[in-house]
Each structure stands twice: as structure tokens, then as C-alpha cells.
């Protein structure tokens, strides 16, 4: 790049300018070039949004202070460049279904495991607390077991013997709409900077943790495990997904970086959306297992197990070897 006009002070401003600047300039090209490949991680889109942005603001200095230059002409190639690889019209339909199961939600998935790991820690404190308060306080569980649970183990059966009343059709669209609405609650709320989040995780825990060990006490146990073998590893992992998701958005919050929090709150929030978009069809899917087979004496415990820990491990399995090809 060379400087065009008149005057040696022009032309010495203009190379002390292309000179400050033009490895970030070389940077961007670079990473605008690979964007059709696919091959960015999403460190490098981050790193091509905010060397766009800067690109942006040297392109307006020099249209103002060295005009008709060759380095004005090159930052306008450039970042109309950038441009385009950052804001062109996404494709849709099944392509995009696909680029979602095959790169996106394992990407996203992979780049934020701190949060999964803080959504785990949660829900297995909820766990061990309501566990341990039951055993250790049979009157605990007055506080922490539903009425309608205690009643049943009370008159020696599972409360969950009238799922097999309805149409499994209609049951199942009623389980897997509360299960949708409390992930979808779970994952709102890192917009509370992650504390409604935490909460509901641990209070779901608790919850589970309370009446499985209220079960065990009441003679109940086996069925009570029995139940949730086949639906209840997919319902535990959509459920830490949304969790997770929601601590996406949370950290988005309280630790920005660079960016300015709306940037980063849109830019991690479209990375939380493609692990809800996971959480979802899962819980759907664990729905019709908990009001087909869950609650179906005639599916054995073993039968149970093999079908829940089996779509367990294929989620998990798929999430973490999933994403060779970052998305773009």
C-alpha cells in the first residue's frame, strides 16, 4: 500500500498510519479469507467481529484524513469484505437443521464447559441436600415432597401409576410441555446474571433428591428407580443444558470482556439458543418414554435402564466428538 497525493507530510502521515495499523489489517483478511472454508473456531469469529469493528473506525479516519489514498482503498475492500462474511443472509430449511446437529450445538457445547460444569455442581447440590435431609429428618420431608407424592407412598404405590389412565398421546404432550417451560425458564434466567438459574437447578435437585430418598424409606425404592430409568438420564441432561445455556448468557453479563455487554449478551445468546435447540427435541423425546415405557410394568427395570443410560451416553457421545467443523 503506498500513499497517492500531494505533500511529503500527507505521505509520512499516511505510512505512519498503514504502518500502526496494517497487521490487524492483514489479520482480518486472513480470517475473511478462511470464512468460506468453515475452519474458524469461535475464537476467531469473535476475533473477526472485533477486528472488523476496528477496521470500521480506521476506514473512517482515513476516508477523512488521507482521501484517494491507497490505504483508504484497501481498508474499503477489506472491511466490505468483512462485512459480508459477518452479516450475509444465513441459509435455512434443512441445511441449516443439519450445520446445527453436526457443528453448531457440539461447537457450542465444547466452548463453554465451565458452565456445564457450574450447572452440574448446582443440581447435584440440589441432589445431595434433599437426599441427605430426608434421610437424615424423615419430617423433612413434609417441606420437601409434594403432598400428592406423600400420599401415594403412604398407601404403598408410585403416584405415577395414573400416567397409564391417558392416552399416552396426551400425556406425553403435557409432561413434555412443563419439561420445555421449566428448561426454557432455567435458560431465561442467566439474564439475572446466572442466580435465577442457579436456583431453579438446585431446587429441581432438592426436589428429585428429597423423593427419591422419601421412596426408599417408604419401601418404594426399586419401583421409584425402576420409573425413571428410561427417561430420566435424557431429562437430567437436557435439563443441565439448559442450564448451561443459561450461564452462557449470564457470563456474557458479568464478564464481557472488550466488547460492550448488549455485543456480548447477542453474541453468546445465539451460542446459548443452539444448546436450548439441543434441550429441547431431548426432553420431547424424554416425555414419550416417560409416558410410554416409564410407567409400563410390562417394561422391565433392565429394559428401562438399557433404553435411558442408552440415549444418555449417545447425547453426551455426540456432543463431545461432535463439531469438527466450527461453525462459521
Same mark, same amino acid.
Given at each position: ?8 507530510? $500527507?505521505?509520512?502521515?499516511?505510512? *505512519? ?13 486472513? /480470517? ?5 472454508? +468453515? ?11 472485533? &477486528?472488523? $469493528? ?63 460444569? /457450574? ?49 399416552? +398421546?396426551?400425556? +406425553? ?26 436456583? /431453579? ?10 423423593? #427419591? ?31 448451561? *445455556? ?20 447477542? *453474541? ?7 444448546? &436450548? ?7 420431547? &423425546? #424424554?416425555? /414419550? ?40
Amino acid at each position: 500500500m503506498t500513499a497517492d497525493g500531494p505533500g511529503p507530510s $500527507r505521505a509520512s502521515g499516511v505510512g *505512519a498510519f498503514v504502518r500502526a495499523r496494517r497487521t490487524s489489517w492483514e489479520r482480518l483478511a486472513e /480470517l475473511v479469507s478462511r470464512v468460506d472454508s +468453515g475452519r474458524l473456531s469461535l475464537d476467531e469469529v469473535e476475533e473477526l467481529d472485533r &477486528l472488523y $469493528r476496528r477496521a470500521a473506525g480506521d476506514l473512517a479516519r482515513a476516508r477523512a484524513a488521507f482521501p484517494g489514498t491507497d490505504a483508504e482503498g484497501y481498508l474499503s475492500q477489506v472491511a466490505a469484505r468483512a462485512y459480508g462474511a459477518l452479516y450475509r443472509r444465513r441459509r435455512g430449511g434443512l441445511g441449516a437443521a443439519l450445520r446445527l446437529a453436526r457443528d453448531a450445538a457440539p461447537a457450542a457445547f465444547q466452548a463453554h464447559l465451565p458452565a456445564l460444569g /457450574l450447572a452440574f455442581a448446582f443440581l447435584a447440590a440440589g441432589l445431595a441436600g434433599g437426599a441427605l435431609a430426608v434421610a437424615l429428618d424423615p419430617l423433612a420431608a413434609q417441606a420437601l415432597v409434594p403432598p400428592e407424592v406423600r400420599d401415594a407412598v403412604a398407601a404403598g404405590h408410585l403416584w405415577t401409576e395414573g400416567l397409564l389412565s391417558a392416552a399416552p +398421546g396426551f400425556t +406425553g404432550s403435557a409432561i413434555a410441555h412443563n419439561n420445555v417451560s421449566a428448561s426454557a425458564l432455567v435458560f431465561a434466567l442467566g439474564l439475572t446474571f446466572g442466580a435465577g438459574t442457579a436456583w /431453579l437447578l438446585f431446587a429441581n435437585g432438592l426436589l428429585l433428591g428429597a423423593v #427419591a430418598v422419601h421412596c426408599l424409606r417408604g419401601g418404594l425404592g426399586g419401583p421409584f428407580f425402576g420409573f425413571v430409568a428410561a427417561h430420566g438420564p435424557a431429562e437430567l441432561s437436557a435439563f443441565l443444558l439448559a442450564g448451561q *445455556a443459561g450461564f452462557v448468557l449470564a457470563g456474557a453479563l458479568v464478564d464481557p470482556g472488550e466488547w460492550p455487554r448488549g455485543a456480548a449478551l447477542a *453474541a453468546r445468546g445465539r451460542e446459548a439458543a443452539r444448546l &436450548l435447540a439441543v434441550a429441547v427435541p431431548v426432553l420431547a &423425546l #424424554a416425555a /414419550l418414554l416417560e409416558a410410554v415405557i416409564s410407567a409400563d410394568a410390562r417394561f422391565g427395570a433392565a429394559v428401562k435402564g438399557v433404553a435411558g443410560l442408552g440415549l444418555g451416553a449417545a447425547l453426551w457421545a455426540w456432543l463431545l466428538s461432535g463439531g469438527g467443523r466450527t461453525p462459521r
